[in-house]
């Protein structure tokens, strides 16, 4: 587990910055979601935690320790994406598998670390099934499978349920959030879906054009937001 600090990040892409000074602090065990209109910031904050996109100044920090330079796989980070396209060639145990052996573990110690996670995602039955075997939802819970058998300190989340039906969407936002509670891994998950913000959150970040407007609990952003904007994304239906 790990805190994950921003200090005045941000990120320019040529002469037009698209992050303008960001400064969030994450506790210790924290499901923080990262909330705002489609374009305003959020992946690329994201994959500036995740090491995918330089940082243009500022710092990130996880256990307080400045990560700025350090490699993504160095990060003690894993991460579930939109679009979390899954090897098809592969079993559901290999894709859950594959970072390990790239990291060099033992095929046991992956067996068993793989076996553990799908025990906890209710994905026993399936490790031997190819992903076109599998329905949306059991798909969406191998990508987030394949995030936990790292073990890591930190989780991030990129609109992981986006690709799915309303129905199921629902579902799988409080089997995440179980998950996490369980685990009690430091989580940053984004979604442009205020309902799934105000669901799921300990805590949220307001994010638009490239700033943050408000932090706060749910339930705090719903009393006393701290302007029209917040006000009127927050209220508004999804
Ligand atoms: P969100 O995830 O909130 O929808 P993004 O972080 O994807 O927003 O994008 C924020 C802004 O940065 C957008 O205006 C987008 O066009 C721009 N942007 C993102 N990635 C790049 C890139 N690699 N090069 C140039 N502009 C980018
Ligand atoms: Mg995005």
């Not at 031997?128 to 995030?147: I, N």
């Not at 913000?197 to 054009?209: G, N, S, W």
């Amino acid at each position: 587990m790990a805190t994950v600090k921003l200090r005045d990040v941000r990120k320019a892409f040529g002469a037009i910055e698209v992050i303008k000074g960001v400064t969030v602090d994450i506790a210790d065990g924290e499901f923080v979601i990262l909330v705002g209109p489609s374009g305003c910031g959020k992946s690329t904050l994201l994959r500036m935690i995740a090491g995918l996109e330089d940082v243009t100044s500022g710092d990130v920090a996880i256990a307080d320790r400045r990560i700025n330079h350090v490699a993504p796989k160095d990060r003690d980070i894993a991460m579930v994406f939109q679009n979390y396209a899954l090897y098809p060639h592969m079993t559901v145990a290999q894709n859950m598998g594959f970072s390990l052996k790239l990291a060099g573990v033992p095929k046991p110690k992956i067996r068993e670390q793989v076996e553990h996670a799908a025990e906890s995602l209710g994905l026993t039955p399936y490790l031997d099934r190819y992903p076109k075997e599998l329905s949306g939802g059991q798909r969406q819970r191998v990508a987030t499978g394949r995030a936990i058998v790292r073990n890591p300190a930190v989780f991030l989340f990129d609109e992981p349920l986006s690709n799915l039906d309303a129905a199921l969407r629902v579902q799988m936002r409080s089997e995440i959030r179980e998950l996490q509670r369980r685990l009690g891994v430091t989580s940053i998950y984004v979604t442009h879906d205020q309902v799934e913000a105000m669901t799921m959150a300990d805590k949220i970040v307001v994010l638009r054009d490239g700033l943050v407007e408000q932090v706060g609990a749910p339930l705090e952003l719903y009393d006393r937001p701290a302007n029209v904007f917040v006000a009127t994304f927050i209220g508004s239906p999804s």
